[in-house]
């Protein structure tokens, strides 16, 4: 079968459009995609990868910023979908990787500012404040002075919020105290999680790749270890992914013995269609764009000036009741909630910005957090 050709990749997509780049010192692609910008400048992170083929780091920038058009909608954030490739040939070392990201960041600002980023996978902070040398189209590096900030805590609590939501969808109480919460993988966002559940009262079960992290935080939140093999047969009220991607499928949802699955990771559902696959299965889904939001969220109130820092968790935990909303649509509309989710991103992007001067980053500086 031949492989497809960067047209091929590009034919059906309906985005706004991609600048495709060769850095010819690194022998790296750059794929910036930006797939929609009804609410506001594209905004999302940068991934730098080895790919098989640079055409599948295309792929990825391109499903990649059409997620981020969503996740931006379902905050209703004054952002639209975007993100970028760092298609590498190889591991680069340090002074290459810093030739990358400074020009990287030129290219940015060749955009004026309808493009801004953030650290994402295989990128850290320390990239962004290169990239902030050169560059204003960056956030995450909290004001450039104040040192870099890591997403992961916000990103836990909102997902803590949502699974109180998703635990008083489906028992009628937020009370978490006895309910069984399974978290696979237990980093940076995994671990202050299973804290927050352990504070709430929760039997908080716990399975990582990394079994010295598994049973270190199994035995910080009084917890028990799942072995690997028992992740999707093990009985909890709640399963979290807070590992991987495409772990909800046609082999492992017949095998889940939970009432609802809640967590961080990015693109759990290998399938759209394994939505309804957990719907008929009366497993309740919280859509992962909108649990997983409280990084982008927060790194997004710490940027525009939002203090104090209680005043941004605060914002985090309103996914809790953006996602009962979404819960009760769906039953409503006997639709799931990753239908829900969608439509009620889709009647977002419908209406369009609520401030229409705010068209690049440069405008939304300052001026979001009013
Ligand atoms: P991390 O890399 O810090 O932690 C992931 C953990 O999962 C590690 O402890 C690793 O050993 C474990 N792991 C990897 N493969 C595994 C497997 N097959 N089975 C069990 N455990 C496995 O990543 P982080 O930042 O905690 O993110 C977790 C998920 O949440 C990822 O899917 C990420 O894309 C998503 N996410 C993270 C955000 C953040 O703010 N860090 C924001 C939104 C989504």
Same mark, same amino acid.
């Given at each position: 079968?031949?492989?497809?050709?960067?047209?091929?990749?590009?034919?059906?997509?309906?985005?706004? =459009?991609?600048?495709?780049?060769?850095?010819?010192?690194?022998?790296?692609?750059?794929?910036?995609?930006?797939?929609?910008?009804?609410?506001?400048?594209?905004?999302?992170?940068?991934?730098?990868?080895?790919?098989?083929?640079?055409?599948?780091?295309?792929?990825?920038?391109?499903?990649?910023?059409?997620?981020?058009?969503?996740?931006?909608?379902?905050?209703?954030?004054?952002?639209?979908?975007?993100?970028?490739?760092?298609?590498?040939?190889?591991?680069?070392?340090?002074?290459?990787?810093?030739?990358?990201?400074?020009?990287?960041?030129?290219?940015?600002?060749?955009?004026?500012?309808?493009?801004?980023?953030?650290?994402?996978?295989?990128?850290?902070?320390?990239?962004?404040?290169?990239?902030?040398?050169?560059?204003?189209?960056?956030?995450?590096?909290?004001?450039?002075?104040?040192?870099?900030?890591?997403?992961?805590?916000?990103?836990?609590?909102?997902?803590?919020?949502?699974?109180?939501?998703?635990?008083?969808?489906?028992?009628?109480?937020?009370?978490?105290?006895?309910?069984?919460?399974?978290?696979?993988?237990? =980093?940076?966002?995994?671990?202050?999680?299973?804290?927050?559940?352990?504070?709430? =009262?929760?039997?908080?079960?716990?399975?990582?790749?990394?079994?010295?992290?598994?049973?270190?935080?199994?035995?910080?939140?009084?917890?028990?270890?799942?072995?690997?093999?028992?992740?999707?047969?093990?009985?909890?009220?709640?399963?979290?992914?807070?590992?991987?991607?495409?772990?909800?499928?046609?082999?492992?949802?017949?095998?889940?013995?939970?009432?609802?699955?809640?967590?961080?990771?990015?693109?759990?559902?290998?399938?759209?269609?394994?939505?309804?696959?957990?719907?008929?299965?009366?497993?309740?889904?919280?859509?992962?764009?909108?649990?997983?939001?409280?990084?982008?969220?927060?790194?997004?109130?710490?940027?525009?000036?939002?203090?104090?820092?209680?005043?941004?968790?605060?914002?985090?935990?309103?996914?809790?009741?953006?996602?009962?909303?979404?819960?009760?649509?769906?039953?409503?509309?006997?639709?799931?909630?990753?239908?829900?989710?969608?439509?009620?991103?889709?009647?977002?992007?419908?209406?369009?910005?609520?401030?229409?001067?705010?068209?690049?980053?440069?405008?939304?500086?300052?001026?979001?957090?009013?």
């Amino acid at each position: 079968m031949s492989e497809s050709t960067f047209l091929d990749i590009l034919e059906p997509w309906d985005g706004v =459009g991609v600048l495709v780049r060769r850095d010819h010192p690194t022998g790296t692609w750059i794929f910036v995609a930006i797939h929609d910008d009804t609410l506001g400048p594209a905004t999302g992170g940068l991934r730098m990868k080895v790919y098989d083929r640079p055409e599948d780091g295309l792929r990825d920038a391109l499903r990649l910023s059409e997620g981020m058009t969503y996740k931006w909608a379902a905050m209703d954030f004054p952002f639209g979908g975007g993100k970028t490739v760092l298609a590498i040939p190889r591991p680069l070392d340090d002074d290459e990787r810093r030739g990358l990201m400074l020009r990287f960041g030129a290219l940015l600002n060749s955009l004026g500012g309808r493009y801004g980023t953030g650290a994402d996978l295989g990128t850290t902070t320390r990239d962004m404040q290169t990239i902030a040398e050169v560059s204003e189209y960056v956030i995450g590096v909290h004001g450039r002075s104040e040192g870099p900030m890591d997403p992961s805590p916000f990103t836990a609590l909102g997902v803590f919020a949502g699974i109180r939501a998703a635990v008083e969808h489906r028992f009628d109480s937020a009370d978490l105290s006895g309910r069984s919460v399974f978290v696979q993988g237990v =980093g940076a966002v995994g671990a202050p999680l299973a804290g927050h559940l352990a504070d709430a =009262g929760a039997r908080v079960l716990v399975s990582d790749a990394d079994a010295a992290a598994a049973d270190r935080v199994a035995r910080a939140c009084s917890g028990s270890v799942i072995a690997p093999g028992h992740v999707y047969s093990t009985e909890c009220d709640v399963y979290a992914p807070c590992a991987v991607g495409a772990t909800l499928n046609t082999r492992t949802i017949p095998e889940l013995r939970c009432s609802i699955v809640a967590g961080a990771a990015n693109n759990q559902l290998e399938t759209r269609e394994d939505a309804e696959r957990l719907s008929e299965r009366g497993i309740l889904y919280a859509p992962d764009y909108v649990i997983n939001g409280g990084g982008a969220m927060a790194f997004t109130l710490i940027y525009q000036g939002l203090e104090p820092i209680s005043a941004v968790e605060n914002r985090v935990l309103s996914i809790g009741s953006h996602l009962k909303r979404i819960f009760e649509e769906s039953a409503r509309t006997a639709c799931s909630p990753l239908e829900a989710a969608r439509s009620q991103a889709e009647r977002t992007l419908r209406r369009g910005p609520l401030d229409s001067e705010m068209s690049t980053f440069g405008d939304i500086q300052g001026r979001f957090t009013r």
